[in-house]
């Protein structure tokens, strides 16, 4: 199993507070993703990043923002988390062979988010 | 809308039969195409894979199809085991893009 591991693995906060998931991984990938899955949605990508400090927006990012200052560890913040935030998020991590078409994602253990 | 369908959420089939999960894209972009399995309370894993430039990939009991000019793959499952049931995602993808997954579709191979 590719080595990446989030934390929280659960988490239950309150609507306008602050929240701050992390993905650290070991296997050097230079993408990061991460996800939101929720029931009638399947794997919705919130943003992703393509190296140290470069990011870029998912289908869903408004409302997170996330920061990658190590190959190793990807974060996503909830500045003011909302009820509709609760999911589970699943970080994800890829490689790619110059030229090539290797497009293939491992995924992280998930955290449940519960915004009361 | 939409770039990656699976209209059918949910499939039950009697255990070793075959299951056969459908797929639909709309982006003619797509060049690689992957299927994931996800159990309960654990991160989707890496089932199998297809290039464009193929039309079909095997492996073991799973493989995979693929109809470029219907932008329909499908995933068969021969002989379906209790073990595979599971949500099972189609995801696609153009180049180096981020993949684009499908919506779901709950297997349950009855014993």
């Known amino acids: 199993d590719a080595g990446i591991t989030q934390s929280p693995r659960h988490k239950v906060t309150e609507t306008g507070t602050p929240v701050t998931l992390r993905c650290h991984q070991t296997?050097?990938?230079?993408?990061m993703y991460w996800y939101r899955q929720d029931p009638g949605h399947g794997l919705r990508l919130i943003h992703y990043?393509?190296?140290?400090?470069?990011?870029d927006k998912g289908e869903v990012s408004d409302g997170y923002s996330v920061s990658r200052s190590k190959t190793e560890d990807f974060l996503l913040t909830l500045e003011s988390a909302t009820s509709s935030q609760t999911s589970v998020y699943f970080c994800a991590i890829s490689d790619f062979t110059f030229g090539g078409t290797y497009n293939e994602q491992f995924f992280g253990p998930g955290t449940r988010l519960t915004v009361l | 809308d939409q770039q990656v369908k699976q209209n059918s959420p949910s499939l039950s089939v009697q255990e070793g039969r075959i299951s056969i999960l459908n797929c639909d894209y709309t982006n003619s972009m797509f060049d690689y195409f992957l299927w994931y399995k996800k159990y309960p309370a654990e991160g989707p894993t890496f089932l199998i894979s297809i290039s464009s430039i193929k039309d079909k990939n095997e492996d073991g009991r799973f493989t995979v199809f693929l109809n470029k000019s219907a932008k329909h793959l499908s995933l068969h499952i021969v002989p379906s085991q209790p073990g595979d049931s599971a949500v099972y995602f189609c995801?696609?993808?153009?180049?180096?893009?981020?993949?684009?997954f499908g919506k779901g579709t709950r297997l349950s191979v009855i014993a």
């Open positions: 990043s393509y190296g140290v400090k470069d990011t």
């Open positions: 995801a696609a993808s153009s180049g180096n893009t981020p993949l684009v």
């Open positions: 296997e050097n990938h230079r993408y």
